[in-house]
């Protein structure tokens, strides 16, 4: 079975230009998440989709980033306009669905999509 | 604000000695626990958990680490490491409860010197 997919695996775009990353989940798996990691921090969570509607954008940085869910299987996310300070590695994952039965669902990553903005 | 702790940013350490990941994190009612893995131009793979029960558990090639709840700890362990392991080891929190959000730690950079 796959696993997590992302494209591209790495992208060079100047300051003031648009990029959009896809991620395609696991199969069948409802929930996706969106992460970022900036050089030298923490791995920080962006947002969670489940299905197609956005359960939780807690950690969607300010309003040039828009992720999208359509059909509740591929994800994008879009920064436009990019900022220096938006590079970095992002990463998507995916998990089940399963409600409150479960004690968690765990979450497959992707391997990351390496965003630098020149 | 819930956060992790990994106070080493490096490690190197000899093949076949033992090495210590730290992991610490800020109290909660109700954790799960997890470290993952980045190897070299890959993605981020799921080393081990702990969601309840024996306080220690294992992976497959030989990490462990135990969930110790006085301390807030969730260091992460093995006896004699590989070349193999050179990796970045991020230790990880699911706060239950709440939405399905892990938050990392900055990760610890495990280099095996021949």
């Known amino acids: 079975e796959a696993g997590v997919t992302q494209f591209p695996s790495h992208s060079v775009i100047e300051k003031g230009q648009t990029v959009t990353l896809r991620c395609d989940p696991i199969?069948?798996?409802?929930?996706l998440y969106w992460y970022r990691r900036v050089m030298g921090k923490e791995i920080k969570f962006l947002l969670h989709?489940?299905?197609?509607?956005?359960?939780?954008e807690s950690g969607m940085p300010n309003n040039r980033f828009l992720a999208e869910r359509t059909g509740g299987t591929y994800s994008t996310l879009k920064v436009q306009p990019a900022e220096l300070e938006d590079s970095g590695v992002y990463f998507c994952?995916?998990?089940?669905?399963?409600?409150?039965?479960?004690?968690?669902?765990?979450?497959?990553f992707g391997p990351g999509t390496r965003l630098t903005v020149l | 604000a819930q956060s992790v702790t990994q106070l080493d940013s490096q490690v190197p350490v000899f093949e076949e000695a033992p090495v210590e990941l730290r992991c610490n994190y800020s109290?909660?009612?109700?954790?799960?626990l997890f470290w993952y893995v980045q190897y070299p131009n890959q993605g981020l793979q799921l080393l081990l958990k702990y969601l309840s029960g024996s306080t220690l558990v294992e992976s497959i090639n030989g990490f462990e680490a135990e969930f110790n709840k006085s301390q807030t700890s969730f260091h992460l362990r093995k006896p004699s490491v590989h070349i193999s392991d050179t990796a970045e080891y991020f230790c990880?929190?699911?706060?239950?409860?709440?939405?399905?959000?892990?938050?990392f730690g900055i990760g610890t950079k495990l280099q095996v010197i021949p």
């Open positions: 109290s909660s009612v109700s954790v799960y």
């Open positions: 994952a995916s998990s089940q669905g399963g409600g409150s039965s479960r004690p968690y669902n765990e979450q497959f």
């Open positions: 990880a929190v699911l706060y239950s409860g709440g939405y399905q959000k892990v938050t």
């Open positions: 199969s069948g798996h409802d929930n």
């Open positions: 989709f489940v299905k197609e509607s956005k359960q939780d």
